[in-house]
């Protein structure tokens, strides 16, 4: 028979609570009168439905009572417990009636309140959810302080990841349209907690109308829900968003995988074992990046600073780019496979993930064609730039943050309300992340940012007036949101131990002209002797996207003219390769030298301590959009122009095909001596003493890095390959600030010659030795080791000793 409210009650362990609830429920439905919002007072229009979810104490006898004395009630069982969303998804498909109420057993929103969810039903709406966050809710008794702040925690963030704009998913007073309730319930997966959210996104999918209506709400002791219960729910969604994604775009998950793969396939076939040449020494700094961040979380010790590298002065880890969100993360990695294992699997996955993040925001903004999708975020992902920063730059192309920071900036763009402020919050939430990730990349990404709003704001003036006022109003709660998190981070790396101005990078270290239209080292058409000469090494060939990408480009922003972002991305892209020029050029072919774009920028803060070559990177996404609708158009165009359609994905092909990467160049690594690798170092250690290897590490030469990661960071470094202060004004550097002996030591391995050592050098050194605490000094087998061997006993007025592969000097027996 049909029935006019079905209600629905699951129960788990509820003998003490459930039958005061069921009478409870039955007086009010009693009382209703025909017509109106609890039911009908002949006793024929409601029904109560109790749902026992595998119950072990009496639980089930007082729902069988209860069904025994009133034809009305009526128990579902489920012979074991199975979670909330199984017991009201076997409720719902039970019920019969127009609407159905889902209640809790401990009645926390009294009954009452259905007539305020029933108001909002008769308005239209194809569900009415109790609210305990909407304005004009009242909250009778609080739960404690800390349950609290964590209930609405783990609030916030299920709706931000799965029904934004829904103020309260978790309310267990919810009232449906009937035959929609059993239809998303019967569509329905999930058993635990998350059922509630699953259910409204399955109504806003239809396009079905939800009401959030504001209800007293009371705690009631001896709730089931617990704190972690809200971490499940999150854990339900992931499963479930996993569920619902299309093949195609997994398939375009995995190709992007297997392009990372490829692209570092030399090192992945024995990752300890490996090298990339064309990393000079960056790879040997990541990697000790990677094991010292992974110490300081094992011993929780400052992840902010360490003095293993410069001792005693130590390194400011937050002012040299140890990516926090990455090391972090990936420290359990560190541990069990060693940091060279942690950092291939880092830079691999990134690079992937990269490359998916900017495939999400073309298709959800540009474009819906997965294969013209998939095209342009290749491009912005794998563009030559970024394959030249995978050789050792990490924080240059693990950028996945960077499109979901874009599309949040776009939906303040969109935003009113409420919105604004969640998507403000959001973005401060990425921004910070990012930041943990990456500054200076943070930073191109929002120059580029403005170039395009910019543009496009010019050519939609109307529009942008519109945004202008949302867009702000959410900035600035980004900002609210992101300072605090931030604030002592950025203090300690502008302002504590070991922090610096600006790094010095030349006076130009902008691209040439030519750059922009020639070739990568590693692309197929790349020559390494034309990009040598036009790039300061090969980690930054900054620009090198060839001249047929040039010319296509350029095509396609003449046939797509008329379409607002086109014009857009186009700007972006000539201006950001404009200000990659430097703060002075010369014109190709010539000796006339003009003043750069870049000059205006070159001195103020942040922007003084950047590479501006890098701006140029700015391009790639651009690019990319751009190539993913041109493809989008043709894959679109009509039967009658096949030929033409052809013609202009070969174009497309051909222009591409000279910068597709070529897998990253390795060799076999040099393993550390015997001395380091067997341990023998620990016999001329004592507590607090320091090896100094000779010459010592540096920018030029940061082997000892790799000795010192292969023993378990056992062992203080004086010098090091990082960024830190140099003299009165702190002035950035690469490597140490120098001292006589460390200067002396480097001069002889790059020339060669053993110079004559006088009494001078002789008392420089042992002040330097002192300054370094040094135990052992220690040579290895390389280049001029001889003369290096030679300077070494004339300063210390004795000769070294060989011991397991290399040559020492034990302070402790005289110096």
């Known amino acids: 028979m049909s029935v006019d409210l079905s209600v629905v009650v699951p129960a788990y362990n509820e003998e003490r609570r459930l039958a005061p609830t069921l009478a409870a429920i039955r007086a009010y439905l009693e009382d209703g009168t025909d017509g109106g919002p609890a039911g009908s007072g002949d006793g024929t229009r409601w029904e109560l439905i109790v749902v026992d979810d595998g119950s072990t104490d009496g639980t089930l006898d007082i729902a069988a009572d209860a069904e025994a004395a009133d034809p009305r009630v009526r128990l579902v069982h489920s012979p074991r417990n199975r979670g909330k969303g199984h017991a009201l998804r076997l409720g719902v498909l039970a019920s019969r009636g127009d609407r159905v109420l889902i209640t809790d057993a401990d009645l926390a929103t009294p009954i009452e309140e259905l007539e305020c969810l029933d108001k909002a039903l008769a308005e239209g709406h194809a569900a009415a959810i109790g609210s305990r966050a909407r304005p004009g809710a009242t909250i009778e008794s609080h739960q404690h302080r800390l349950r609290e702040l964590l209930g609405r925690t783990g609030n916030f963030l299920i709706r931000t990841v799965a029904v934004p704009g829904v103020r309260d998913t978790q309310c267990g007073f919810?009232?449906?349209?009937?035959?929609?309730?059993?239809?998303?319930?019967?569509?329905?997966?999930?058993?635990?907690?998350?059922?509630?959210?699953?259910?409204?996104?399955?109504?806003?999918?239809?396009?079905?109308?939800?009401?959030?209506?504001?209800?007293?709400?009371?705690?009631?002791?001896?709730?089931?829900?617990?704190?972690?219960?809200?971490?499940?729910?999150?854990?339900?969604?992931?499963s479930l968003k996993a569920r619902t994604l299309r093949p195609r775009d997994l398939l375009v998950a995995a190709l992007f995988l297997a392009m990372a793969v490829t692209l570092y396939s030399g090192r992945w076939a024995a990752p300890g074992a490996r090298y990339l040449p064309d990393s000079l020494q960056d790879q040997n700094q990541w990697e000790w990046f990677f094991a010292v961040t992974a110490d300081n979380v094992r011993h929780l010790h400052n992840p902010l600073f360490t003095d293993l590298q410069n001792h005693p002065d130590g390194v400011n880890l937050m002012a040299n780019t140890v990516m926090l969100g990455l090391s972090v993360p990936f420290a359990p990695v560190t541990w069990l496979f060693g940091p060279a294992a942690a950092l291939n699997a880092a830079m691999t996955l990134g690079l992937a993930a990269t490359a998916l993040a900017w495939y999400w925001l073309i298709r959800r903004r540009l474009v819906r064609h997965r294969g013209a999708a998939a095209a342009g975020a290749a491009l912005a992902a794998f563009a030559p730039p970024m394959v030249s920063h995978a050789h050792a730059h990490p924080n240059f192309m693990v950028l996945f943050m960077i499109p979901l920071i874009i599309d949040r900036a776009l939906r303040l763009c969109e935003g009113e309300g409420t919105r604004v402020v969640r998507d403000g919050v959001i973005l401060g939430l990425f921004t910070t992340y990012q930041i943990f990730l990456g500054e200076?990349?943070?930073?191109?990404?929002?120059?580029?940012?403005?170039?395009?709003?910019?543009?496009?704001?010019l050519a939609h003036r109307d529009m942008a007036r519109a945004a202008l006022r949302p867009l702000a109003r959410g900035l600035g709660v980004a900002v609210a949101v992101?300072?605090?998190?931030?604030?002592?981070?950025?203090?300690?790396?502008?302002?504590?131990?070991?922090?610096?101005?600006?790094?010095?990078h030349g006076?130009?270290?902008?691209?040439?002209?030519?750059?922009?239209?020639?070739?990568?080292?590693?692309?197929?058409?790349?020559?390494?002797?034309?990009?040598?000469?036009l790039s300061a090494n090969p980690t930054e060939q900054n620009a090198f996207?060839?001249?047929?990408?040039?010319?296509?480009?350029?095509?396609?922003?003449?046939?797509?003219?008329?379409?607002?972002?086109?014009?857009?991305?186009?700007?972006?892209?000539?201006?950001?390769?404009?200000?990659?020029l430097g703060p002075k050029f010369r014109v190709p072919l010539t000796d006339i030298v003009l003043p750069g774009p870049w000059a205006p920028l070159s001195h103020l803060p942040l922007f003084e301590s950047v590479i501006e070559s890098r701006v140029a990177m700015v391009c790639a996404p651009a690019l990319g959009m751009l190539v993913a609708l041109a493809l989008a158009g043709l894959f679109a165009a009509p039967r009658r122009m096949t030929a033409a359609r052809y013609a202009g994905v070969a174009a497309v092909a051909l222009a591409l095909l000279p910068i597709?990467?070529?897998?990253?160049?390795?060799?076999?690594?040099?393993?550390?001596?015997?001395?380091?690798?067997?341990?023998?170092?620990k016999k001329y250690l004592g507590d607090g003493e320091t090896l100094v290897p000779v010459p010592l590490p540096d920018p030029a030469g940061a082997e000892a890095l790799h000795w010192q990661t292969t023993a378990g960071l056992g062992f203080r470094l004086p010098g090091g390959y990082f960024n830190g202060p140099w003299g009165?004004?702190?002035?950035?550097?690469?490597?140490?600030?120098?001292?006589?002996?460390?200067?002396?030591?480097?001069?002889?391995?790059?020339?060669?010659?053993?110079?004559?050592?006088?009494?001078?050098?002789?008392?420089?050194?042992?002040?330097d030795l002192a300054y370094w605490n040094a135990g052992v000094l220690v040579l290895a087998p390389q280049e001029h080791d001889t003369e290096l061997r030679v300077t070494v006993e004339e300063l210390l007025d004795r000769p070294g000793k060989w011991v397991d592969g290399v040559w020492i000097w034990d302070l402790h027996k005289g110096s």
């Open 545 to 580: 996207y060839g001249w047929p990408l040039a010319a296509l480009a350029f095509a396609i922003v003449v046939r797509l003219w008329e379409w607002t972002v086109v014009k857009a991305l186009a700007f972006t892209v000539l201006a950001a390769a404009f200000l990659s």
């Open 440 to 457: 200076e990349p943070l930073l191109l990404a929002a120059v580029g940012m403005l170039l395009f709003a910019a543009a496009y704001g």
């Open 482 to 504: 992101t300072v605090p998190l931030v604030a002592l981070p950025l203090y300690w790396q502008f302002f504590g131990p070991q922090s610096y101005t600006s790094v010095l």
């Open 507 to 533: 006076d130009n270290a902008g691209n040439s002209p030519l750059a922009l239209l020639s070739f990568a080292e590693r692309s197929l058409a790349g020559n390494e002797q034309t990009a040598a000469a």
């Open 728 to 767: 009165p004004d702190r002035v950035g550097i690469y490597g140490a600030s120098p001292r006589n002996t460390s200067d002396l030591l480097r001069d002889v391995r790059a020339a060669g010659r053993a110079p004559r050592i006088t009494d001078a050098w002789r008392r420089a050194a042992r002040e």
């Open 660 to 681: 597709v990467p070529a897998p990253l160049r390795a060799v076999e690594r040099e393993q550390p001596p015997g001395f380091i690798a067997d341990g023998t170092w």
């Open 174 to 238: 919810k009232l449906f349209d009937g035959d929609r309730a059993r239809e998303a319930f019967a569509a329905s997966r999930l058993r635990g907690w998350g059922i509630d959210v699953e259910i409204l996104q399955y109504f806003r999918r239809s396009g079905w109308p939800v009401a959030e209506v504001p209800v007293r709400w009371a705690h009631q002791e001896g709730s089931k829900v617990r704190p972690v219960d809200y971490a499940k729910v999150l854990a339900e969604l992931t």
